[in-house]
């Protein structure tokens, strides 16, 4: 059964550092573009980065650009999302996700969109003021 599991989410202050770590299971990762998202209490689910397969090429949406890093480790069947500092209006729920495609206009259609077929439960990241 092919699965993607979030891990290393949890509570920091402002300016602190968090590492996500999007591990799958039942396929072959290496062979996908991954995406991050995230949600907000009340607001949509919302692009963060992504990342594509043979080339490695990267996208940030702006609010996390020079802050968040995203990287993929094909051994160990993982894509991860390094976040330094860390604001408050970065809290929210973190999901990777499975796509057919990494660009900008990619990472910025609603997460709904067709083609990401797997997703993740997604991890909580509080950032308090």
């Known amino acids: 059964q092919a699965q993607l599991v979030e891990t290393g989410g949890g509570s920091v202050e402002d300016g602190g550092s968090l590492r996500l770590s999007c591990a799958a299971s039942?396929?072959?990762?290496?062979?996908?573009?991954v995406a991050w998202f995230r949600q907000a209490p009340g607001k949509e689910r919302e692009g963060v980065s992504c990342?594509?397969?043979?080339?490695?090429?990267?996208y940030y949406t702006d609010a996390v650009k020079g802050r968040f890093t995203i990287s993929r480790d094909n051994v160990k069947n993982a894509v991860y999302l390094q976040m330094n500092s860390l604001k408050p209006e970065d809290s929210g729920t973190y999901y990777c996700?499975?796509?057919?495609?990494?660009?900008?206009?990619?990472?910025?259609?609603?997460?709904?969109?067709?083609?990401?077929?797997?997703w993740g439960q997604g991890t909580q990241v509080t950032v308090s003021g």
């Open positions: 990342i594509n397969t043979r080339d490695g090429t990267t």
């Open positions: 996700a499975t796509d057919y495609r990494c660009s900008p206009p990619r990472l910025q259609e609603g997460a709904t969109s067709s083609g990401r077929l797997i």
């Open positions: 039942g396929f072959v990762l290496e062979n996908y573009p």
